[in-house]
């Protein structure tokens, strides 16, 4: 079963789980599933990634603070200033949306079902990141469609952390 085109406006990409403890993700172009990206996870207390290009150059990073107070996940970049981060108040698992606070203060809404990976990242109103699993059958292999003009390793990075938090909270 072919993945459908994304819509109008993103690019689309397939984000798939390898097998390993560290929850590691390949980002694969859905039409030849070449690799395009890599998540590097990291287990243990403080989780971390590193999201790299293809050529490996680490474009952020990702570093959790789950089993203390507060709870916190920070987004860096690849000169090490954080970009964005979620803290404990922000996110519930009763509730079906959460807030990002990026570094220039603005607040970025996640809204969906975060355990079954079917969200939208918005910012200012417009839909930045969609990840969804409606399309693919297999656990830990979903799409993530970018808005133009957005940042696809900012976006690994988000999906990343929210993977992690959920499965930690």
């Not at 397939?14 to 980002?27: C, E, I, N, P, Y």
């Not at 996940?73 to 519930?92: N, Q, R, Y």
């Not at 990840?131 to 979903?142: G, L, P």
């Amino acid at each position: 079963m072919s993945t459908p085109a994304a819509p109008p406006g993103f690019t689309r990409y397939l984000m798939k789980s390898k097998f390993g403890a560290g929850r590691d993700f390949a980002v694969l172009d859905p039409e030849t599933e070449k690799q395009l990206f890599f998540v590097d996870g990291k287990i243990g207390a403080r989780p971390k990634a590193e999201v790299q290009a293809e050529d490996g150059t680490v474009l952020y990073s990702v570093r959790g603070q789950l089993l203390g107070i507060p709870k916190k996940m920070s987004i860096t970049d690849a000169s090490g200033s954080e970009v964005a981060f979620l803290k404990a108040k922000a996110f519930s698992m009763i509730k079906d949306k959460m807030t990002m606070e990026m570094a220039s203060g603005e607040p970025w809404q996640l809204t969906g079902q975060f355990i079954e990976k079917n969200y939208t990242v918005t910012s200012g109103g417009r839909d930045v990141v969609r990840i969804s699993q409606k399309w693919i059958a297999v656990r830990d292999k979903y799409t993530v469609d970018v808005a133009d003009g957005a940042d696809p390793g900012l976006a690994f990075a988000i999906v990343w952390a929210v993977d992690r938090w959920v499965e930690r909270d």
